[in-house]
């Protein structure tokens, strides 16, 4: 069964945990994330972002969905659009069948311009309206993700505000939090505090210059105390996945991610709830198939190199799934959400 995104996050933050969010864009991909959240009785939230439903399609990824929720019975499952750009795409998500969708007003809807606080409340309000009448869930964002000393935005898959950015836009104001939240109704909130997205996040090992945990203390402080916080790029960029992929002809330059520490500290002291992680599960997969093509270069069928993909990421999410503390919690949001949910 999928279920809505805020009642699992609401034992999460009742009980003082994280829950990983996961990018799919395939079988193999959303395989390894149900296996992962079985395997560590884990909830599971699903991201399907723009660049997903291009590359798959609807129709496949609607299937994939509900087939992953029958075959993982036991499993809490939230199917959520990431990064939805205008209301349009958020509305085809829920007719979809996803559970939560982001409204992502923070840029405009070319997905690299910076919005004002005004068009971010109008067009994620106007989000809400449509989701809440069927029952989802809305995420929204305040903020611009991208780095606090160089004052530029990271892109990928088509969303990524471009040009010098202000250190407003890329810290999020806990006051204009606050005021977003109550004007919008939204049910989960992103918030900027120099993460970014993709495998070049930071060019040394990240301090509070650059990685600005403990400005979460402060923005919790200020919105509600049942508002769910959300870290987005928070991939931690393992040094041995990359320096598989570049021992079997990869060239990926040197960088650094977000400590799992960084984030462990976050949940504590912020009480971030959902933290969406990707370039680490490409970075699993990539490394995977990568060592197997080059050691067994007579082999040629798909299946035989994403057996080992599909297992060094599940690998990844299980790490992730314990080190956020969401691990061993299935029963506790199994008992919560009770009458919620939906069937295919």
Not at 248 to 270: D, H, M, N, S, Y
Request: glycine letters at 10%; a negative charge.
């Amino acid at each position: 069964m999928l279920h809505p995104l805020t009642p699992v996050l609401d034992v999460a933050l009742g009980n003082q945990f994280g829950i990983p969010a996961l990018n799919g864009n395939n079988l193999e991909q959303v395989t390894a994330i149900m296996e992962a959240a079985r395997k560590t009785d884990s909830p599971a939230i699903i991201q399907l972002s723009r660049g997903a439903r291009k590359y798959a399609g609807d129709w496949a990824l609607r299937a994939l969905m509900f087939a992953a929720a029958d075959q993982y019975p036991e499993v809490p499952l939230v199917v959520h659009l990431d990064h939805g750009n205008e209301p349009e795409v958020c509305r085809s998500a829920v007719a979809n069948g996803f559970t939560s969708v982001m409204m992502d007003g923070s840029l405009l809807p070319d997905g690299k311009t910076p919005s004002d606080f005004w068009y971010n409340v109008a067009v994620t309000r106007h989000v809400v309206e449509i989701a809440h009448a069927k029952g989802v869930s809305v995420e929204g964002e305040i903020g611009c993700l991208g780095h606090l000393i160089t004052g530029t935005g990271e892109k990928e898959e088509e969303q990524g505000a471009e040009g010098k950015l202000t250190r407003r836009q890329l810290l999020t104001d806990p006051d204009e939090a606050a005021e977003f939240v109550k004007l919008t109704g939204v049910d989960a909130l992103a918030v900027a505090i120099g993460t970014s997205h993709g495998a070049y996040k930071f060019t040394e090992p990240p301090d509070a210059d650059v990685l600005a945990i403990e400005h979460l203390a402060k923005i919790r402080a200020k919105v509600p105390p049942t508002m769910h916080l959300v870290m987005h790029g928070s991939s931690s960029l393992p040094q041995e996945l990359r320096d598989v992929i570049n021992q079997f002809g990869g060239k990926l330059k040197p960088a650094w991610g977000v400590p799992l520490e960084a984030i462990q500290r976050a949940i504590r002291i912020g009480g971030v709830t959902k933290i969406n992680v990707d370039t680490d599960n490409r970075l699993a997969i990539t490394a995977a198939i990568r060592r197997f093509l080059v050691e067994q270069p007579d082999k040629f069928d798909l299946r035989d190199y994403w057996r080992p993909a599909r297992a060094a990421m599940q690998e990844v999410c299980e790490k992730r799934m314990v080190a956020f503390g969401s691990a061993g919690q299935g029963p506790k949001v199994r008992e919560k959400l009770g009458g919620y949910g939906q069937k295919s």
